[in-house]
C-alpha cells in the first residue's frame, strides 16, 4: 500500500534525477550510506551514494542519489559522465572516502579537478588497526599529520608516527601512506579552506538525518522503494530545514575568497 501510495514521486524523482545542473561546482563531497534492500529474496547491505555540491554562493545541493551493489571505476565513470552530461563543467576539489575507482574517474571526466581524500575516514580506518588501549597515544600522533603547516611537516609527522607505532601497528601506517597522494591536497591550503574541504563531515547532518529514517524501515523490498524513502527525506529535508537544497557553509566568503586565488578564472558568478 505504501510503495503505491508513494508511486506518485516516480516521475518527480526522475526529474530531479535529470535536471539541469550548474556549470561550475567549488566543491564536491560523495559520501554514502547503507541500506538493507531484499534481493531475490535475500535481504543484502547495499550502498546509497549521495553527490553534493556546494554552489559559488556556498549553498549545498543534492545533486543526486544512486544505490549500487558494489563501487568501481565503471560505476563512477557512470555518475560523473551523468553530471556532466547535465551541465557540470568543471569541479575545483572533489572532497570523498577514498572509494574504489572514484578519484580516477574524476580525473579522466574532469581532469582539473583536485582529488582530496577525507581525513576523518583514513584516522578511522587506521584506528580498526589499533587496541582500544593505544588510541589516545595514536589518535596525538595522528593529529601532528593532519594539522601539519605545510607537506614537509605532514611528511615528518608521518615518518615519526610510522617509527613509533609502525611495529607493533603496521596496518595503521599502511592505511596512511595508501592514502596519501589523496589526502595531502589541503595541506598547500590556507586554514580556512581546509576546514571545509578536509572532511565529508560537512554534509554529515544530511546523511544522519537519511539514516535515521531508512533505519526505521529495517530493509526495503527492492532499490526503488529506498530511492522513495531516501528522495522524499531529502526533500523533506529541503523543506523543513534547509538541508539537501540549501544549507550554508561556515566561513564560505572567506573560502570563496581563497578560492577565487588558488583557481583564478574558474569560478563562474
Known sequence: ???????????EIKLWQSRPLDEVYPILYIDGIRVRIKDNGVVTTKVAYLAIGVDVDGRKHSLGCWIQDTEGAKFWAKVLTDLRNRGVRDILIACCDGLTGLPDAIRSIFPDTVVQTCVVHVIRNAMRFVSYKDRKPLAASMREIYTAPTLEAAELARDAFAKTHGKQYPGAVDV???????????????????????TTNQIESINFQLRKITKKRGHFPDKDAAMKLIYLGLRNISTQRGGASGTGTWGWKIALNTLTQLFPGRLTF
Open 1 to 11: 500500500m505504501i510503495s503505491n501510495i508513494t508511486d506518485v514521486v516516480v516521475d
Open 176 to 198: 596512511w601512506n595508501n592514502a596519501w597522494n589523496d589526502f595531502t591536497p589541503f595541506l598547500d591550503y590556507p586554514a580556512e579552506l581546509r576546514k571545509i574541504v578536509y
